[in-house]
């Protein structure tokens, strides 16, 4: 199968239209979102969901994440939605967060990958809407990636994992965000952050008023499914470091070709680097391998090693 990626800075209607028509008919295609590039096929097609499966080489008990326009598309697909729904839907929608609560029935188990419930968030980004509401129904999409490498940020990312096995990627430049979005389970009491991301743990307490659960640290939690399978991870091997003195120390051991991921200023060695930041982690890990490095250390400075999200791809990507 030949890949085309089309710009959809330059025939909006037209691609829309174009990846609209290939997803009613139960095909898949890539699409960017403000957090990262998804790997759409509409959720009332057991074949495209399959193909979504296949196409990444994800394991079927990783349940997907639907994509609706809209808070009111959304509530037709779950049974009841409380208040801590509401306010979330309410305040973070459209936006990079996803919520889980009890599936309704007519959901495709599929999708859900046999559970009772379901990931669903509204993203932000306008081509990801546009495309939504032009098909009418809801896009299941993970992250267009083939299991187990890093999220794809650019159109780029999706081509280098997935050409030949899909028919389309719409391209809108690299993705605002760079990595997933936070989820939350709310079908459990208290609630559950079952993967940190841009908006955080304190944002949503402060939006429920209450406290919530997160699963690092705490083994008497189960992890999202998809949680339990190694991510986010280049080729080369990553070390993650938080101080300037085991950077350096770490630099004296290794014999590979190394490379240099920070944001920290006082680390100055003549490694090759890469500005660490959330948007930009994936693209570094990608370029690491394309160059051939087998060893990316990886520094954030005191204050990245604030976010939860970033913290958390790092070091899912270092274990193992
Ligand atoms: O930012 C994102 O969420 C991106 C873009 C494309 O929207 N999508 C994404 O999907 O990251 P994916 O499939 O790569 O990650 C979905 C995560 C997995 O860890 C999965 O296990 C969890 O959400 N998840 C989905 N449905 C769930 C459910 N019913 N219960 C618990 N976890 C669920
Ligand atoms: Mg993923």
Not at 138 to 159: E, F, K, L, M, R
Not at 161 to 167: A, F, S, T
Request: charged content about 15%; proline content about 7%; some cysteine.
């Amino acid at each position: 199968m030949e890949t085309r990626i089309e710009s959809v800075t330059t025939g909006l209607e037209s691609s829309i239209a174009t990846a609209a028509a290939i997803l009613l008919q139960g095909g898949v295609v890539a699409f960017p979102t403000e957090t990262v590039y998804g790997l759409g096929g509409i959720i009332t097609s057991d074949i495209a969901l399959q193909t979504i499966f296949a196409v990444k080489g994800r394991p079927s008990d990783n349940p997907l994440i639907i994509h609706c326009h809209s808070v009111e598309q959304a509530k037709q697909y779950v049974t009841r939605v409380s208040s801590e729904w509401i306010k979330l839907a309410n305040k973070y929608w459209p936006g990079p967060l996803t919520m889980v609560t009890t599936k309704a029935s007519h959901v495709s188990s599929t999708a859900s990958s046999g559970l009772s419930t379901i990931g669903i968030r509204v993203p932000q980004h306008p081509i990801a809407l546009a495309l939504l509401k032009s098909v009418g129904v809801p896009i299941a999409a993970p992250s267009a990636n083939t299991s187990g490498h890093p999220s794809p940020t650019t159109a780029q990312h999706v081509w280098d994992d997935l050409h030949g096995k899909i028919p389309l990627i719409l391209d809108a430049g690299s993705c605002a965000i760079g990595i997933e979005s936070t989820v939350i389970d709310l079908s459990v009491f208290p609630p559950i952050v079952l993967r940190p991301g841009h908006i955080t743990k304190y944002q949503v307490e402060q939006t429920i008023s209450q406290g919530v659960r997160t699963t690092e640290g705490n083994h008497s939690i189960p992890k999202a499914p998809g949680m339990k399978y190694r991510h986010y991870a280049p080729y080369a091997h990553v070390h993650l470091v938080t101080t300037v003195e085991e950077a350096t120390l770490l630099l004296t051991t290794l014999t590979g070709k190394t490379c240099l991921v920070s944001d920290n200023v006082e680390f100055t060695s003549s490694v090759p680097r890469y500005e660490l930041s959330p948007a930009s982690l994936y693209a570094s890990f990608r370029d690491a391998d394309k160059k051939g490095y087998s060893d990316i250390i990886v520094l954030p400075s005191p204050d990245l090693q604030e976010h939860d999200g970033l913290m958390n791809r790092i070091r899912k990507a270092s274990a193992g």
